[in-house]
């Protein structure tokens, strides 16, 4: 298994030539340490989890959507916008590639949840959602409808603060992530994506209320995330899927 790459705010390669394109915005990043073998088993074969001084995290990410295009067409308006909360864990794989791989991605519009479970295999679900910003306060709130558990739910408020000018290594290692690992086509693929360096800010968490985590087959937490941040978002270019993503065989 080679090295994993280096921790980097800024994308390793370019992609000239994307699958799809869209933003995200309004972005909560909360995240919690685990033990590696806690959730080594959830992880695709071939990848393993990535940690930082020896733990991985489990991330809960609140954003928008926001006009999803294919390849270099305009983005969709309406269908290719919506509210969205990611489940992840961090992976990394036997070339040294870092990456995510999504235990849950709820979403408020039926038709790119379809597409995304049935063309991507990804874990797409149905959800009642909504983003709402007042003044330097973001609320998020989600109530899952299918495939289920239904009514699994996510209540998140934080209160947006300064921007920060030179985010720790840690930050950079939770929020640049550059690809994602996912089975696909009776393998792993590994997905690249591109985006300006994250612009984070400091954020306080005023309230989180989630049932998302152990629904996702993850262990509840029980502490305070080890960090809350926000972002006002970035412009994202997704590549194709490349396999093998596994641990290369001699």
Do not use: K
Not at 118 to 131: A, K, N
Not at 144 to 171: K, N, S
Request: charged share 20%; glycine share 10%; net charge positive.
């Amino acid at each position: 298994m080679q090295t994993p790459a280096p921790i980097t705010p800024d994308a390793p390669t370019a992609l000239p030539a994307p699958l799809l394109t869209q933003q995200w915005r309004d972005l909560c990043f909360l995240h919690w340490a685990v033990e590696p073998d806690a959730v080594a088993g959830l992880l695709p074969g071939g990848t393993v989890p990535d940690v930082y001084d020896g733990m991985t995290y489990v991330g809960l990410v609140a954003f928008r959507m926001h006009r999803v295009g294919w390849l270099r067409l305009p983005g969709v308006p309406y269908l290719g916008s919506f509210p969205e909360t990611n489940v992840r864990l961090h992976s990394v794989d036997g070339h040294g590639r870092r990456g995510v791989v999504f235990r849950s991605m709820d979403a408020s519009r039926l038709i790119p949840v379809v597409m995304g479970r049935g063309g991507f295999r990804l874990p797409y679900l149905w959800s009642r959602m909504t983003v709402r910003a007042v003044g330097d306060t973001v609320t998020y709130t989600s109530s899952r409808r299918w495939p289920g558990p239904r009514g699994a739910y996510c209540r998140i408020a934080v209160r947006t603060g300064e921007r920060i000018e030179e985010p720790t290594e840690l930050e950079h290692f939770l929020t640049a992530r550059w690809g994602m690992h996912n089975a696909f086509l009776g393998g792993v693929s590994y997905l690249p994506n591109h985006h300006p360096r994250w612009p984070l800010h400091r954020a306080e968490l005023l309230s989180c209320e989630e049932d998302l985590i152990a629904a996702a087959g993850l262990p509840t937490p029980r502490d305070a995330p080890v960090g809350v941040l926000y972002s006002p978002g970035v412009p994202v270019r997704l590549g194709g899927p490349y396999r093998p993503a596994g641990i290369p065989t001699p």
